[in-house]
């Protein structure tokens, strides 16, 4: 009996062994969440396809220490509900060692209380600064706070000696947490709001909006939202002759916002996170050889831009790639690791994670740049 | 002196948002006369109407006027595909049904949209440059002027057309009472489908006049929509002018209300606008009251 049942065993791992013919050590399996549809999709689809393209490079190049990476990708279509669903999936079914993503804000709280309790390190790719304010022992971000944009903005404003500014923001997530951020800041810059305006995030037509603040005193305007609302604002500026300088946001940091505005996009000047303008940088600066190859490899397998969205999800793959190749691949030993992280040139900026920042990125992670005849110039 | 510029500003806004609300309500309504069901698609003809002028004139190279021809003459197409195909089968289906038939149609078409041409947001060139123009001290774009003019023209033919035309005349009749309309010998089928002809043509127009200024992606329709519904219910459904003064009034009472009071009313004020007429009057601010015989 015993001989049968040996010989029944050895026959099954003969035929398992076979059948798996690279069953070295099993794939690294690393979770991912982004809002591939849905509203949010201009984060998500960028990132999915930033993330699946650092993990296969990462495979061709012979894995980390000999172990392939496995993504496995859900999406959320910017849905709290679902992207509690996707996460449990990853943390129950799949059992992966870490997670990418949530492309939004509102993705993110809603997994937070997820990754914590089952301790598997969650690094966000969204911007919002109560991510990892308070520091939460799990989470770590790597999308730029909205307050270093603003931070940028206000302080060429001071330089420019304009102290008035209307704010112009989009009634949704992202607006609301850039309006949050400039009535937060603008006193300890000097900085007066004289109107504290809104659209919405479908709006067609913002001339209302414009034309009360062309009646007030502001010296500039400051717009927060994502395409389209602020190229339509760009135009509608351009329509009523408003001759005061017009400020955007990082949300719209792409070629796609020119190409939307056109002509009325001639000197609005933007926070950006450094990918916009590979090219001008300087040699000396240490992001720049990862963001020539990002912009270059993402070009030549998606036909498409790499924005810093796209990067958001490089920094997050990398980092982990990092935490990995020091630490293993056990969930505690990857976010120690991640804790550890000094000095990584990404795309998103020069990340310094400790144990009281998980956001890893100073002001510096931002340039300034002035949109003149059709694409972008450094703002000194 | 200021704040009466500024009035100007906001009147004028309101009424070039306000005369696109009123060429999609016109679509709603003229479906509505001749079918008794609300097409709730109505708002993917204008999104089709951008994006495929779009795709003429930038995927086919094609000039502009062959372009936009091209473009209402498949949103059209469309139009009549979808009564073919999903309405006239269900001939005996109840209005409800039929309405949540469009629903899906809607979501239907926007998927196809999406799938075909993606997510990003386009623009569309504008027909005639776009140096502002300035009126008492407000100024607009001459493409508002081209939504005027295209507006003033398709309310000036669909009022000739119902009122003298016989095709006009019979659609009205199928709307009134489609069993005696089909007694009298008139095709009450062939008229439901030259509604959704005449209302996926229009939808698609408004569409194209408006995406320079608004820029056009797959998910335009459900908003401008939603707010040519409201400019057709304050009119009372009608396919003539009160539809037209209830889009216009909509436009307005927006702009004003984002102007004066907060823009964050905006959407607010056109939905309370909406729901306010339907409890008050649920037949439309300008119709008489129908007396019914029994």
Known sequence: MSGIRCRVFFSLLFVVLT????????????????SITGPASFLGEPERNTAQMVVDEINKAGGIKGRTLELVTYDTQGDATKAVQAATRLIKEDKVVAIIGPSTTGDTMAVIPLVEKAQIPLVSCAAGIKI???????????????????????????????????????????????????????????????????YGPKDTDMTAQLTKIRGTQAQAIVCWGTNPGPAIIARNVKQLGLNIP???????????????????????????????????????DPQKKNLQKFVKDYQARYKAEGDHFGGHAWDAVMLLKGAIERGGDSPAAIRDQLEQTRNFSGIGGIFNYSAQDHAGLTMDAFVLVEVKKKGWALVK | METASQIVQYLLSGLSTGAIYALIGLGFAVIYNATGIINFAQGEFVMLGGMLTLFFLTDMNLPLVPAVMLAIFSSTAVGTAFERLAIRPLRNATPLSLVIITIGASILIRGQAMLLWGKDTHALPPFSGSDPLEIAGATILPQHLWI?????????????????????KAMRACAYNPRAAGLVGIDVRKMVLFSFVISSAIGSMAGIIVAPLTMTSYDVGIL???????AAIIGGMSSGLGTVIGGLLLGVLESLGAGLISASYKDAIA??????ILFVRPEGVFKKTETERV
């Open chain 1, 19 to 34: 059948a798996c013919p690279a069953l070295g050590a099993p794939p690294v399996k690393i979770g991912a969440l982004f």
């Open chain 1, 132 to 198: 990892t304010e308070p520091v939460k022992k799990w989470v770590f971000k790597t999308a730029q706070n909205d307050s270093l944009a603003v931070a940028r903005i206000y302080e060429q404003l001071k330089k420019r000696k304009i102290s008035k500014i209307a704010v112009l923001t989009v009634s949704d997530s992202f607006g609301a947490s850039g309006r949050e951020q400039l009535t937060a800041q603008a006193r300890s810059h000097g900085i007066q709001i004289v109107t504290d305006e809104t």
């Open chain 1, 246 to 284: 017009l400020y955007m946001s990082h949300g719209v940091s792409s070629k796609k916002f020119i190409e939307l505005a056109g002509d009325a996009s001639e000197g609005i000047i933007l926070p950006s996170g450094r990918v916009l303008v590979a090219n001008l940088l300087p040699n000396s």
């Open chain 2, 148 to 168: 005027f003019a295209v507006t003033i023209v398709i309310i000036v033919a669909s009022r000739l057309f119902f009122t003298y035309s016989i095709a006009g």
């Open chain 2, 224 to 230: 401008l929509g939603l707010k040519g519904f409201c």
């Open chain 2, 271 to 276: 939905f309370v606008v909406l729901l306010v």
